[in-house]
């Protein structure tokens, strides 16, 4: 048998069945052969032998007749006193040959009968008792009929607990092998089928997001790769026909950069979204984090002649990449700093919600249209309006902010702010420097 159901249950049967068996055999055999058993019915027949030889020799047949009338009540069967040649001294019959195999054993008399003989007096006469045969090994069996069955019962109920995650397991990973990576198994029960059920669930969302992450940057590499490249065909064409080279060669220089940032860019998008238990973890004070990325991006501002202002009223940290979250404000602070009309400010602002960070970043530029707003996010959305792929990059930026964020359990919003743009960051799971000191 090939499922392991039925496998299961045959084997809790076959279990059940051979305990049974052997303790219905076990009893037989101690019940027929127990020296206790022996000592008490010797004790027993020798003790009916006398009395009958002696209510004979005493008072006759007349006390003999009114003793195994008596003994007939308490115990089954027919009993006979007979003389040492085997006559019965009751009626004279001749039964010397039930006296063939002296001793204290039983003899069979019929299917469901036998018969005893016992000495009395050192011989002189002898009880035979002819009565119900004893029960034998399986006579008891009918009367454990209802123990079996509900033994058989409840290893059926066993089987179903045992084989029916499995058969759910199966079902979800079959799902989920034909390609729907949404598909989970259920992983309510606390013991060790619910233990597996959240590792393939765990391993299955590695995949999903493997996966998910390949796929998408595929079709961002395959949409996004078309126009740099045929307009990058079309300058090297035109460098081999246009007088002037130098302009051709600018051009290709030009998107030969480009098609270099936009690669950079989907990888970061590609690593963001990697599997989260390569990443390594730390504990970052967020201020500082603030720190470091608005001096990297200092000659940015200067250049634009945009100030960068930072406001932290606490010192918080938080438990997470370190390299994912400097990217994810870096981007924002970038896209700023971008759009930001010169001789303005750029407030970077750090407070704490609860156990929440959030980490504001306000431009005073032209702001985006209420309809682009939950678009922002979305890999290279750009408002064409405003941020072209000349003054705005190719639309990555936000969205890598946006996938970095994600993965820390976190939200990016953004919102106008007449003027200019508001992008906060949400964190959760920080801890101030009084409760890290505590703890």
Known sequence: MKSIFGRIFLLFSATLLVCFLGIELTNSVRFHFAPERRD????SLSLQAAEASHAYETGGKEALREYFARLERMFPGHHVLVDQHGIDVLTGIDRSVDLKHAGPRWTPGSQSRMVLSWPAQYGKYHVLIDGPAPPGPWSNIPYYLWIGAAAFAFSYILTLLLGSPLRSLKHTVERFGTGDLSARAEARRQDEFGQ?????????ERIETLLTAERRLLQDVSHELRSPLARLEFAIELARTSPDRNKAFDRITKETERLGTLVSELLQVTRAENDPQSRNLDAIPLRG??????????????ARTVSLHLTASDSLELRGDRELLRRAVENVLRNAIRFAPENTAVQVTLRQQSDHAIIAIRDYGPGVPEDSLSNLFKPFFRVEADRNRDTGGIGLGLSIAQRAIAIHQGQIRAQNAHPGLIVEIELPGIQTAAQLLRS
Request: a negative charge; charged letters at 25%; proline letters at 0%.
């Open 196 to 204: 597996l059920a959240r590792s393939f669930n765990l391993m299955a």
């Open 40 to 43: 008490f019915f010797s004790s």
């Open 289 to 302: 984090l603030l720190e470091d990325v608005i001096e990297d991006t200092a000659v940015e501002s200067e």
